[in-house]
C-alpha cells in the first residue's frame, strides 16, 4: 500500500501560471513532509520542507500547504517558468531522522 | 563540490554478475542512506545507516544486496546475482542528525542495467 498519494501524474502549466501538486498520507505519526525536484538524469533535490505544527511554509516562489486534518499537503509554484520544468517528489517521514516514503511523482512541463 | 557523491553513475552488467556501488556522503553527515527508483516512479527506500551501523533494512532489500558502511564514512551497495528487475537508479543520501530536521541531501545516482 503506497503511503504517499500525489497527483496528478503530469501537469502543463503557461509561464507566469501557478502549479499545483497535490499529495495524501494516512499515517499521522508523520512528522516532516518534503518536497523534492528531480531533473533528468539526476538525482533529487530538496526543494522546501514542512511540519505539521505550521500550516503554510513559503521560500520565494514556492509555497506549501498543510491541512492535518484531511492529511493533505501540496506545493505551489507561483509564477511558474520553464527552467521549473522538471518531476516533483512530495514525501513523508516519521520519527525525525527516519526514511521517506516518495510519492510517484509529478511531470511538470512549463509552456514558455 | 561537497555534495554526496556515487560512483559509477552508470553500470551496464550481464545478468548473473556482481555489482558493487559506492557513496561518499556530505562528510559530517552520519546518517546514510539508500533509495532504489525505477522509469516514472518515486525512489524506494532499502536501508539506512547511522554511522556504521545498519538500523533498517526494507524487505525489498533481498539476500542478494548487502550494504556497508566500515567506518561511518562511504558506504558500498552489493548487488550478486543481478537479475534484470534489478535494473534501476540506485539513490544514495546522506543527513545529519544533529541538524534537527530531516533534510536528506541527494547523490546523483548510479543507473545500473542488468542485459
Known amino acids: 500500500q503506497q503511503q504517499v498519494k500525489q497527483s496528478p501524474q503530469s501537469l502543463i502549466v503557461q509561464k507566469g501560471g501557478i502549479s499545483i501538486i497535490n499529495c495524501a498520507y494516512e499515517n499521522t505519526a508523520f512528522d516532516y513532509f518534503p518536497w523534492y525536484q528531480q531533473f533528468p538524469g539526476k538525482g533529487p533535490a530538496l526543494l522546501i520542507a514542512?511540519?505539521?505544527?505550521?500550516s503554510e511554509k513559503k521560500e520565494g516562489r514556492f509555497t506549501i500547504s498543510f491541512n492535518k486534518s484531511a492529511k493533505q499537503f501540496s506545493l505551489h509554484i507561483m509564477d511558474s517558468q520553464p527552467g521549473d520544468s522538471a518531476t516533483y517528489f512530495c514525501a513523508a517521514s516519521r520519527d525525525n531522522f527516519n526514511k521517506f516514503y516518495f510519492g510517484s511523482g509529478t511531470k511538470l512541463n512549463v509552456k514558455p | 563540490d561537497t555534495g554526496v557523491s556515487q560512483d559509477p553513475r552508470h553500470k551496464i552488467t550481464k545478468r548473473g554478475q556482481n555489482v558493487t556501488f559506492r557513496c561518499d556522503p556530505i562528510s559530517e553527515h552520519n546518517r546514510l542512506y539508500w533509495y532504489r527508483q525505477t522509469l516514472g516512479q518515486g525512489p524506494e527506500f532499502l536501508t539506512y545507516?547511522?554511522?556504521?551501523?545498519?538500523?533498517?533494512k526494507s524487505r525489498l532489500l533481498s539476500d542478494r544486496f548487502s550494504a556497508e558502511r566500515p567506518k561511518g564514512s562511504f558506504s558500498t551497495l552489493e548487488i550478486q546475482r543481478t537479475e534484470q528487475g534489478d535494473s534501476a537508479m540506485y539513490l544514495c543520501?546522506?543527513?545529519?542528525?544533529?541538524?534537527?530536521?530531516?533534510?536528506?541531501?541527494f547523490g546523483p545516482g548510479t543507473r545500473l542495467t542488468v542485459l
Open positions: 514542512i511540519r505539521p505544527d505550521v
Open positions: 545507516f547511522q554511522n556504521e551501523a545498519q538500523l533498517e
Open positions: 543520501a546522506s543527513s545529519s542528525t544533529s541538524g534537527g530536521y530531516n533534510e536528506q541531501f
